[in-house]
């Protein structure tokens, strides 16, 4: 593996995911040896922070639970303070296949955003109802601002670069599947690239699930909402932020 795949960090944010975590962590460090992990445990209240230092990860513990999106953000402030010029998502629960993640990061050769797709001709994936419905007009609508293909802008199976790695640390914001979509919309009007790459996914191998009936139903509605505020946020470029910090400085001074 070349020097920029050993500086890479798997980030697997965990809530309450002690049945999973551990075998998720272990099969990561398998597939990708030289890879570092972090599991950031977002205010779990059961082993996972112990059970994950157990199998070979780093744990980052934030004090209360702040949802996919906090944890992700802070997964990213980590890998920026830390110099890492690739990452990579990898959910606890299992259903993310880590022998997929060098063909995830593939993707990073073209783009600044790789993104892990599950309707993209690998695997039997299936979604039905409302959140398969929303599913396909996000894709249509970021597939428009991105002017590629995409089929699954709500994967959280994501690889980024540096540039992305930046982007992120600024705007990720906490919400339920949300948090993909309006963090991509933003990174894609800030000028970032985006591809995708056919992945497999694997039933949920343990644990309870964030998504219920409810929030399935809801999600329709939300997700168009996040796409629509993302829209209207002024997009700034990542190699810009150094300049704004800059400006912010001079003028407290």
Not at 141 to 152: E, F
Not at 174 to 180: K, P, Q, S, V
């Amino acid at each position: 593996m070349d020097e920029g795949a050993a500086r890479l960090l798997v980030i697997v944010p965990a809530w309450n995911e002690e049945e999973t975590v551990g075998a998720t962590v272990r099969e990561v460090l398998q597939a990708v040896p030289s890879a570092d992990v972090l599991v950031v445990d977002d205010g779990s209240v059961d082993g996972t922070p112990r059970i994950a230092a157990e199998a070979g990860a780093s744990v980052l513990s934030l004090p209360y639970n702040l949802g996919v999106g906090g944890a992700m953000r802070a997964g990213f402030r980590y890998a920026r303070r830390f110099g890492y010029p690739q990452v990579i998502q990898v959910d606890a629960d299992g259903q993310h296949d880590p022998r997929d993640i060098p063909h995830v990061l593939e993707g990073l050769e073209r783009a600044d955003i790789s993104i892990g797709a599950r309707f993209a001709g690998s695997g039997e994936y299936t979604v039905r109802g409302p959140r398969r419905w929303a599913m396909v007009f996000l894709a249509a609508v970021v597939s428009r601002l991105a002017r590629t293909r995409l089929s699954d802008v709500t994967s959280g199976f994501r690889a980024a670069n540096q540039r992305a790695i930046e982007q992120y640390c600024h705007h990720y914001p906490a919400e339920y599947l949300g948090d993909t979509v309006d963090s991509l919309v933003v990174a894609v009007r800030s000028g970032l690239r985006v591809t995708q790459v056919g992945v497999h996914m694997r039933p949920r191998q343990g644990g309870t699930p964030s998504a219920n009936p409810v929030k399935a139903a809801l999600y329709l509605g939300r997700s168009v909402f996040a796409v629509i505020v993302a829209m209207t946020r002024a997009p700034v470029r990542p190699e810009d932020r150094g300049d704004i910090r800059e400006r912010i400085a001079r003028a407290e001074d």
